[in-house]
T-cell receptor, first 113, second 110 residues
C-alpha cells in the first residue's frame, strides 16, 4: 500500500536554487494539497488542487508553483529558494466524498542556506 | 488570530491519568472536524473524526460544540505510547481545504 509518496525526504539548497518536490498518490483521490510545517505554527496550506488541471492558492503561496496534469501527481516547485522556505513540507490527498480523512506523505525536510 | 487555536502545552501527565485538550475555531462555516496525531518527525495521521453528538473510540472521546465553536479530546488511562502532538483540524464546506491548529504536545511519563 503506497498511499502518498513524497520525494525527496531531505534536501539542502543554496539560496536562489530551484527544485521540485514530488508527490504521488495511488488512491485515485480528487483532492491534493501541499502544507509547510514550522515550529509552533502547525501546518499551513501552500497550494491545493481539486482535480487534474485545477489548482488554487492556499494561505502561504508566495515563492511556490504547482501543477496537476494527472490525478496521481502534484509536484511543488520552489522557483528561487530563500532561507525563509526552510521547513518541513507535507503533501496530502483526500477523497471528495463525505467527511473522509486526509492521507499524508512522509514529509520533506528542506534546508535553504 | 489563528483560525484554529490550541494550547501548545506540553501537557506532562503520569501513566494512567486522564487528560483533556481543547480547541476553538473561528470559521462558523466549517463542516467537518478531526483530531490528528503527529509523532515526532512523522506525518500527521487521523486519530478520529468529531461528530456533533460526541463520539468515543476506546480510551478517546471527542466532543463538538458548534454553538461555542469548540472541540475537545479526552484521553483516559494514558499510555506512554500516547505521547505525541495532537492536531485539531477543521474542513471547509466544499471539503477541499483543511485548517490545522498549532497542535498540543502530550508527554506521558512512567
Amino acid at each position: 500500500n503506497a498511499g502518498v509518496t513524497q520525494t525527496p525526504k531531505f534536501q539542502v539548497l543554496k539560496t536562489g536554487q530551484s527544485m521540485t518536490l514530488q508527490c504521488a498518490q495511488d488512491m485515485n483521490h480528487e483532492y491534493m494539497s501541499w502544507y509547510r510545517q514550522d515550529p509552533g505554527m502547525g501546518l499551513r496550506l501552500i497550494h491545493y488542487s481539486v482535480g487534474a488541471g485545477i489548482t488554487d492558492q492556499g494561505e502561504v503561496p508566495n515563492g511556490y508553483n504547482v501543477s496537476r496534469s494527472t490525478t496521481e501527481d502534484f509536484p511543488l516547485r520552489l522557483l528561487s529558494a530563500a532561507p525563509s522556505q526552510t521547513s518541513v513540507y507535507f503533501c496530502a490527498s483526500s477523497s471528495r466524498q463525505g467527511s473522509t480523512e486526509a492521507f499524508f506523505g512522509q514529509g520533506t525536510r528542506l534546508t535553504v542556506v | 488570530r489563528k483560525e484554529v487555536e490550541q494550547d501548545p502545552g506540553p501537557f506532562n501527565v503520569p501513566e494512567g491519568a486522564t487528560v483533556a485538550f481543547n480547541c476553538t475555531y473561528s470559521n462558523s462555516a466549517s463542516q467537518s472536524f478531526f483530531w490528528y496525531r503527529q509523532d515526532c518527525r512523522k506525518e500527521p495521521k487521523l486519530l478520529m473524526s468529531v461528530y456533533s453528538s460526541g463520539n468515543e473510540d476506546g480510551r478517546f472521546t471527542a466532543q463538538l460544540n458548534r454553538a461555542s465553536q469548540y472541540i475537545s479530546l479526552l484521553i483516559r488511562d494514558s499510555k506512554l505510547s500516547d505521547s505525541a502532538t495532537y492536531l485539531c483540524v477543521t474542513r471547509n464546506n466544499a471539503g477541499n481545504m483543511l485548517t490545522f491548529g498549532g497542535g498540543t504536545r502530550l508527554m506521558v511519563k512512567p
